[in-house]
T-cell receptor, first 117, second 110 residues
Framework: EPEVTQTPSHQVTQMGQEVILRCVPISNHLYFYWYRQILGQKVEFLVSFYNNEISEKSEIFDDQFSVERPDGSNFTLKIRSTKLEDSAMYFC???????????????FGPGTRLTVT | GDSVTQMEGPVTLSEEAFLTINCTYT??????LFWYVQYPGEGLQLLLK?????DKGSNKGFEATYRKETTSFHLEKGSVQVSDSAVYFCVLSGNTPLVFGKGTRLSVIA
């Protein structure tokens, strides 16, 4: 069964450093997403991406964040200057299509645990 | 905005016990509702879904019915197993990206 993969599984970085989290979505999917879950809190939407551009983003997704699909398979989340409060589990997801009346399943990766020290 | 409220955990049950995890939602329009499950060390997996009022989603013995009149989507299973131990998320998809509940950790003991 096809699956979303994420690397690394755990990343430790120092405050102020840049990190890139990588995801390989399911190959025929068109929509890509990043979510995050701070320990003990809800899973929160960060950004969605379609046709090589951001289609929607949340208030959390400020200028320190960026996303990119550098080739035909990878989808990356970059955090330019990490802060302590960026420590969280980051989930990538992909889906075939979206519609207001028919919701297609979003397939999630296993997550990358980011620890900022 | 859209929101989901699910019962706080953790929930600890003995094997073969009946499970209910309550979930209520607030949304405009016609949201779809999901339960996602996260087994230890793994990603989020879709457990079941319902796309309109009165739909019943079911999978692996779990069921949830989309109740528009009570804005609820409670998860139930008649007889839980140790392998059901996981975190369960009630999720809404409306005019915004997925909106998650806080998650309910279920531990089933033999």
């Amino acid at each position: 069964e096809p699956e979303v993969t994420q690397t690394p599984s755990h990343q430790v970085t120092q405050m102020g450093q840049e990190v890139i989290l990588r995801c390989v979505p399911i190959s025929n999917h068109l929509y890509f997403y990043w979510y995050r879950q701070i320990l003990g809190q809800k899973v929160e939407f960060l950004v969605s991406f379609y046709n090589n551009e951001i289609s929607e983003k949340s208030e959390i997704f400020d200028d320190q964040f960026s996303v990119e699909r550098p080739d035909g398979s990878n989808f990356t989340l970059k955090i330019r200057s990490t802060k302590l409060e960026d420590s969280a589990m980051y989930f990538c997801a992909s889906s075939e299509a979206i519609s207001q009346r028919v919701s297609y399943e979003q397939y999630f990766g296993p997550g990358t645990r980011l620890t900022v020290t | 905005g859209d929101s989901v409220t699910q019962m706080e955990g953790p929930v600890t049950l003995s094997e073969e016990a009946f499970l209910t995890i309550n979930c209520t939602y607030t949304a405009t329009g016609y949201p779809s509702l999901f339960w996602y499950v996260q087994y230890p060390g793994e990603g989020l997996q879709l457990l079941l879904k319902a796309t309109k009022a009165d739909d019943k989603g079911s999978n692996k013995g779990f069921e949830a019915t989309y109740r528009k009149e009570t804005t609820s989507f409670h998860l139930e299973k008649g007889s839980v197993q140790v392998s059901d131990s996981a975190v369960y998320f009630c999720v809404l998809s409306g005019n915004t990206p997925l909106v998650f509940g806080k998650g309910t950790r279920l531990s089933v003991i033999a």
